[in-house]
């Protein structure tokens, strides 16, 4: 078999509305992404990450010992490969 990574844009949502199994609304806010540079076999992992303890909810890109505020994260990535979401109402 041939295996290699898919570098294709993946487009996600920042907020997503889902019925839970009693048929309620959920509404899910995306807090994190993981991003991973590389090939198939080796390479790097990042993380953009939001303060959901803040009034303000910033974003923080996190590489190793180095992190920043960002703006957001691009919904639209070609490295992305966790998504993390929570449920913010219902």
Not at 38 to 45: D, N
Request: hydrophobic share 30%; aromatic share 14%; glycine share 6%.
């Amino acid at each position: 078999m041939d295996y290699r990574k898919i570098d294709a844009p993946v487009e996600y949502a920042s907020q997503i509305d889902l019925q839970t199994r009693q048929n309620q609304k959920g509404i899910y806010e995306l807090y994190g992404v993981v991003h991973h540079f590389g090939t198939k076999s080796s390479g790097h992992y990042v993380a953009d990450v939001r303060d959901l303890k803040s009034r303000k909810g910033a974003w923080y890109n996190c590489d190793d010992e180095m992190v920043k505020e960002i703006s957001g994260p691009d919904t639209s990535s070609t490295t992305a490969y966790l998504l993390f979401y929570w449920r913010k109402a219902a």
